[in-house]
DNA sequence: GATGAATGAGCATTCATTCAT
DNA sequence: CATGAATGAATGCTCATTCAT
C-alpha cells in the first residue's frame, strides 16, 4: 500500500471538472480498460501502470482525467449498476402487465447480458470494500435502487394474488443475490450450459414466490 | 537475492515439513491471526510485515513455518472449509431422519457459526483467484464436498417424497450460496436480526424444495 | 508487492523503449559505472542500490532506464563486444597487406587497449553464466564474431602461404583465447611489464601459425 | 551480501579443530556437495541452505564441520589443485625421460581428467576474487606449484635441445593457461570431439616449444 | 498534452550466522 | 549431534502520485 497519506479522495469535487466531449470520451476508455483489468486480476492487482498501457494514455497524463485510483474502481463500479438499471428501463418492459412473466423478463435479460458482466458482479462483491465508506455508501444505495425495482416487481405480484412471500425486501434482495450465483459460484456451475442455468434459475426463483 | 529463479511456491512439498506439534501450533497461531487479517483488510492489502506484528513472530522466523504469503491464504481458506464440513459431523446430526428437519438443523447450525464467520466465508469467494491454478483446484474441491452434503440430504429426502426439486447438484449449490446470503450482502441486511434471518432464510430454502 | 507474476524480462522488447538522445545517455551513464562495479565485485555481489550511488540515480528512477539488474549485465557485456569489434575496423587496418603484419597489429592493439579492459575480459568469462539462456545466446554469437575476425586473417594468410596450421577455427578460438592471458591470469604476470608481455604474446603466437 | 562484519575467516585456527575420521569425512562430504553446486551456479548464488539440503547436514550443525561459506570455497578450491598435483606424481611419470613424450603425458592426462573436472577450472578463474586476500594467496601458490611443475619438464627438454622458447616461466604459464582452453571457451569448442580436441591442442602446445 | 525527474513508502523474501537447550 | 529461536543486514523491485517544463 503505498502513500496512504496523501490521498486525494475521488468524488469531491475540489477542481471543476472538465467536461468537454473529448474529456468524457477519454475517462469512459479509461474506465472500461480499467474494468477489464480489475475483474480480470482484482482491483488491488492491477497498477495504474498497467492501465496506462491498456489505455495507450501515458500514466501522469491519466490524472489529467481521473482524480485517483480510487476513482477509477468508483466509476467502474457506477457503471456497472447504471448497466443493470438501464434494463428496467428497456421499452416495452414497463408496460408488461402478468408480474409472472415481468419477473421471467427480468431474469432473462439480466441472464442475457449478466452472463456476459457476471464478472463485473464478483468485481461488485470483491472489490466494494477497497472504496472508503463515503463512496461505498453511494455505490450500496446504487445497489438499492436495483433491490426496489425488484421489490416493486413483487409488490404488484402479491396485490395482484399471484405472487406470495412473508417479506418483500428479504426476498428481493435474495433474487438478486440469486441472479448472481452463476457468477460468484461459477467454478461449480460450468457443468450447465446457459440456456439449462436459465431454466433452473427461473424455476427456482418462480417457485419461491408463487402460491 | 530475492531469489527469483528459486520460487519455492506453497503446497509443493519440496521437503517434508515439519510437523511436530510445537510447530503446528506456531503455524495455527498464524493462521488465525491472518484469517483476522484477510477478513479485514484483504489478502493483497495485508502485508508480511503486519502478520509478523500481529503474531509477534519476527517476519524472518515466520518463513519458518509457512513457505511464502500465499501458503498462508491456502491454509487459512482450508481452515475455513474444516470448520464447515465439522458442522455435518457434529454428533447426533447424521442420526436425524426427517430430511426437512435435518436441513434445517443445517441451516441453523450454519448461520449459528456461520453468522459468526460470515466474513470468512467473503474472503472465501474474494480471494479465491489470489491462489494459483493449482492451489485454487485444491480449494474448489474442498468447497464441493460441502455442496456434496448438502445434495445427499437433498437426495434422502426426495426419495422420502418429503422433497421436490428438479436438479439436485444446482440446487444444493444455490442451497450453499444462499446460506452465504448474509455474508456476501450484509449491507442491506443489516435491518434484520440474526433470528428474523435465520426464519426467512429456512422458510425460502424449504419452500424451494418442498412439494 | 515484488510482482513475482509479472515479471520483465530484460531484453524482451514488450514495450518499444524509449531512444531519445538523453535516454541512451543516462543508459550508457548507467553502464559504465556498472560494468567498474561488476568488474570490482562481480555481479551478483553488485546490488542495484551501489549502482543507484554510483551513478547518482536515484534506484527507482534506475528501473526507468533499464528494465532489470539482469539487463544491466546484458548491455555492459554487449558493450565489452562492441569495443572490441571497434578494434577490427580502426582506418587503416583492413587496408594492412601483409598477413603477419595484420596479425600482429590485432595483437598489440587489442592489448594495447585490452590491457585497459583486461578486467572486462574477465568479467565476460566470470559473468555470462548469470544470464538466462536467451540473452547468453546473443552474448556468445556476439563473441563469435570476435573470433571470426581473426579467422578470416589466418585464413588469407594461408592462401598467401605464410601461414599454416591445421584447424582455422580452433587456432582462431585459441587466439582470441590467449590474448585474454593476461587479464585471467594477472596474478601470475605482474612479473612482466606490458612491453615484455606484448613482446612475449606477439611471438608466441606468430610462432604456432608460421610454417 | 549478509553480515560482512562478523566474519569468522577460514583458516585461523581459532579452535582445535575436531579430526576424527568421521569429521574429516563429513567434511569431504561437504566439499564435495559444494563443489557440485559451485559449479553449477557460482559461489555467491549458493546458499549454506542449499548446501545443507544437498548434504543432508542441518543448516547449523553445518557449522560444527566448517568454520563459514568461506572456508568452503577454500577448501573446494584446494581439493582442486590437489587433484591437479596428483597427475605429476602418477606412478611412472617421473621416470619418462624424453621431454616431448613427458609434456604429451602431461597434456593427455590433463585433459582425460581434466576434460570431467573442466568446470572445477572455470570455478578457479570465476571464484578466486571472493576469497579475502590472505586466502587468495594460498591459492594463488598452489596454483604456481602446477605451473613450476610444468615448468621443470620445459627446463629439462631445453638442456636437451628439444625444446625452444623465450622465457620458460611465461610458456609454463602459457601452457596451463591454454590447457583450460576447453573448460573457459566450452560454449566455442562444442564442435570438436574430446579426441580431436586434444589433437589439435597437443600438436598446438608443442609447436609452440620445439624448434 | 508530452516528458523528464523525483519521492515517500513499501513489498516479500533471503542471507549467513549464532546460541542456548 | 538435534532443535527452536533469534538477528542484523540486505536483496531486487514496485507502488501511486506530483511537479515543473
Known amino acids: 500500500m503505498p502513500s496512504m497519506t496523501r490521498k486525494t479522495v475521488a468524488g469531491k469535487e475540489e477542481t471543476p471538472r472538465k467536461s468537454s466531449a473529448l474529456f468524457l470520451k477519454r475517462q469512459s476508455q479509461i474506465i472500461k480498460k480499467a474494468t477489464k483489468l480489475f475483474m480480470k486480476q482484482g482491483y488491488a492487482q492491477t497498477s495504474m501502470r498497467e492501465i496506462s498501457k491498456a489505455t495507450g494514455i501515458d500514466i501522469r497524463n491519466l490524472y489529467y482525467f481521473i482524480r485517483s485510483k480510487e476513482e477509477i474502481l468508483f466509476l467502474v463500479i457506477e457503471m456497472i449498476h447504471r448497466r443493470e438499471l438501464e434494463l428496467f428501463e428497456k421499452q416495452g418492459f414497463t408496460s408488461i402487465d402478468d408480474p409472472v412473466l415481468q419477473l421471467r423478463t427480468v431474469i432473462r435479460e439480466f ?89 433452473l434459475l427461473e424455476k427456482h426463483m418462480i417457485k419461491a414466490v408463487t402460491a
Chains 1, 2, 3, 4 share one sequence.
Open 111 to 199: 441472464i442475457d447480458t449478466g452472463y456476459g458482466f457476471g464478472q463485473e458482479i464478483l468485481l461488485l462483491y470483491r472489490e466494494s470494500k477497497s472504496l472508503p465508506n463515503r463512496l461505498l455508501k453511494v455505490i450500496l444505495s446504487r445497489e438499492s435502487q436495483v433491490v426496489d425495482r425488484i421489490e416493486e416487481i413483487l409488490l404488484r405480484g402479491r396485490e395482484k394474488k399471484v405472487f406470495q412471500f412473508e417479506d418483500a425486501s428479504f426476498t428481493a434482495n435474495m433474487m438478486v443475490y440469486e441472479l448472481s450465483l452463476h457468477a460468484l459460484r461459477n467454478w461449480n456451475m460450468k457443468q450447465y450450459s446457459k440456456e439449462e442455468l436459465t431454466d
